[in-house]
């Protein structure tokens, strides 16, 4: 693989699209596009994971969406998720997630790796997921452990899918044990990077890696702002303009007869 040097001039970062193609995407993307337009697509996570489903849709790409509890987005919790899921396939509600099933793409957008702990347990989410109990980081051993056990009842419930990995570049909504939100952010997404990177080191035959979070977190940290997409105020929300433009990206890597970014 050659080798790659981070861009030195604001020049090559002007045009978001070339500069995403040539300093973000290689290594990570299939050698060429491979599902028919047609094909059926899920994404699976929290908010970034909903906008993801609803962008794709509005470029044309159907996507289903399966929620993941916005308030503690683990990948604890997103196991615990495909743990259901697989319930819901073998028992009398297969009917409601046929779509996902017939999916030949999956997303599996993950979050954070801040954690609420209960007598030495991870706590499932819910609408008291912020009260009581002890948090800590997920160490990357967990959070491999959690992504790999992910991909596997993924690769179960959906034996002829491709699978996406992707982490979402929304920040955490509060740091209940640290003065600080932003340096437990960091912490947290680089934690959950890492994770990531074991597992696909993996090499782990249909599963890839799209680099949203490089895109909007890096790449924004240099010709953003990108955040602030659903008022001027907002910093929860991507830009659309930016959400389109990286989903038309993806569309580009996996999607035959799709038009250029």
């Not at 909903?50 to 849709?57: M, Q, R, S």
Request: glycine content about 8%; proline content about 7%; some cysteine.
């Amino acid at each position: 693989m050659a080798a790659a040097r981070f861009p030195l001039t604001t020049a090559e970062l002007a045009d978001f699209t070339t500069a995403v193609e040539t300093h973000i995407l290689p290594g990570y993307t299939p050698d060429r596009p491979f599902l028919p337009r047609t094909a059926g697509v899920a994404t699976i996570g929290s908010c970034f994971a909903e906008h993801i489903g609803k962008t794709l849709t509005g470029l044309g790409i159907p996507a289903a969406w399966v929620a993941v509890d916005e308030n503690n987005n683990t990948p604890f919790v997103t196991d615990l998720a495909f743990s259901k899921l697989r319930d819901r396939a073998n028992g009398p509600e297969r009917h409601k997630i046929e779509q996902l099933l017939n999916s030949s793409l999956v997303i599996i957008t993950v979050g954070v790796a801040l954690q609420r702990f209960v007598e030495g347990h991870p706590a499932a989410a819910g609408k008291d997921s912020y009260k009581g109990g002890d948090w800590r980081m997920f160490t990357v051993d967990e959070l491999t452990t959690y992504l790999r056990s992910i991909v596997a009842k993924a690769r179960a419930l959906l034996p002829g899918a491709h699978l996406v990995l992707t982490l979402s570049p929304i920040p955490l909504k509060g740091s209940p044990a640290h003065a600080s939100v932003f340096g437990q952010d960091c912490l947290s997404k680089s934690l959950m990077r890492v994770a990531i990177e074991q597992v696909l080191n993996d090499r782990t035959p249909d599963l890839t890696y799209w680099p949203s979070f490089e895109i909007i977190r890096w790449l924004g940290g240099h010709v953003g702002p990108f955040f602030g997409g659903e008022g001027a105020e907002d910093q929860r929300h991507v830009k659309k303009p930016i959400l389109d433009a990286i989903m038309r990206l993806f569309i580009s890597r996996y999607f035959l007869d799709a038009p250029s970014p």
